[in-house]
């Protein structure tokens, strides 16, 4: 049996025409996929992304690359999800770290882990835990729901950060507070655009609005009454 045969029957599907690798070998190969795709999305961009071009900067073969990924849009959903997890991984220990008090505190450093992210982890400017760029490329049907198969982005990650701050918005409505953090995420990506837009490295005078704008936001919903 061949190394590439091994490892194609030695993985876990974890969604529709997505597959994750279980053995060291192919774990490797399928994180040095994402490496490469993140790398080439702040060189040609989404739309010029191509898988073929993916495997040769991975310097694995191209039926390689199709064991794990069964297209484009699935190896971009599976960069979001990375990208999400690093996030909340760097969420959660600022939050162990500091003790923040409220939603005022919440909303602070997860912006903050955001804007490091946008500046320093490759790709994240083009594929964050979505599309960052509002035009869908080709082979991408259905950008809206690269983290999970029934709910759009912005939900999913709701959803997640949600469980992190539990603590912090113990009185507040279960419901009410994923429909919250649901719009709080939607007007961040918004000025958060905007203020990578403005400026490479993020205008700060933006970034500190968008600040101020979930801070009383969910202030306004879920604060001492």
Known sequence: MSADTRSHQTVERTGPGRRRPVQQRSQERY?????????????????????????????????????????????????????????????????????????????????????????????????????????????????????????????????RLQALGAELFATADPAALTLGLRVALEAADAVLKLAFRSDPEGDPALIAECKQLIRCYLAAQFGPR
């Open 31 to 159: 994180g040095r996929i994402l490496d490469a795709c993140a790398g080439l999305l702040d060189e040609v961009g989404a739309g010029a992304l191509t898988t073929k071009e993916v495997a040769h900067r991975a310097q694995v073969p191209i039926g390689t690359l199709y064991q794990f990924f069964a297209g484009k849009e699935d190896l971009l959903a599976a960069l979001a999800g990375r990208n999400l997890d690093l996030y909340l991984g760097r969420v959660e220990q600022r939050l162990l770290a500091e003790s923040p008090a409220g939603p005022a505190g919440f909303t602070d450093l997860a912006v903050d882990e955001f804007v490091v992210m946008k500046r320093t982890v490759p790709g994240f400017g083009q594929v964050d835990f979505g599309l960052a760029d509002a035009a869908v490329p080709a082979g991408v049907r259905d950008d809206q729901h690269l983290l999970d198969a029934e709910l759009d982005n912005n939900t999913a990650v709701a959803l």
